[in-house]
């Protein structure tokens, strides 16, 4: 079994930054893809970024050029980086690892971007 610890969420001003933590404890497998997905009032869930165990990211098109996604390997934590941060971005951000064909979930984050 996994667990998803999340961290960072908040209220930020337009054009302002937040970074979110993701760190997993548990039975850990070496080969895994872990990453955040957000969901906004009203709509279905969707990817914002992926990254493997070997370093391949994946963005969606809405955040690519200016959210990051990095891990670090010791601490067993995927981090988020979000940068020009718009009043769209606003939805609360759950982190999620896939292993073994088994998918977890964070509790979720709540990141509002207002002014």
């Known amino acids: 079994q996994v667990q998803l610890v999340e961290s960072g969420g908040g209220l930020v001003h337009p054009g302002g930054s937040l970074r979110l933590a993701c760190t997993a404890s548990?039975?850990?497998?070496?080969?895994?893809?872990m990453g955040w997905y957000r969901q906004a009032p009203g709509k279905q869930r969707e990817l914002v970024a992926t990254l493997t165990h070997d370093d391949s990211p994946n963005y969606a098109p809405a955040v690519k050029g200016r959210f990051t996604i990095s891990k670090n390997n010791v601490n067993n934590t995927v981090y988020l980086q979000m940068n020009s941060l718009k009043p769209e971005d606003t939805a609360v951000y759950y982190c999620?690892?896939?292993?073994?064909?088994?998918?977890?979930w964070g509790q979720g984050t709540q990141v509002t971007v207002s002014s």
């Open positions: 999620t690892r896939l292993q073994n064909l088994y998918r977890t």
């Open positions: 548990g039975n850990l497998f070496d080969h895994y893809v």
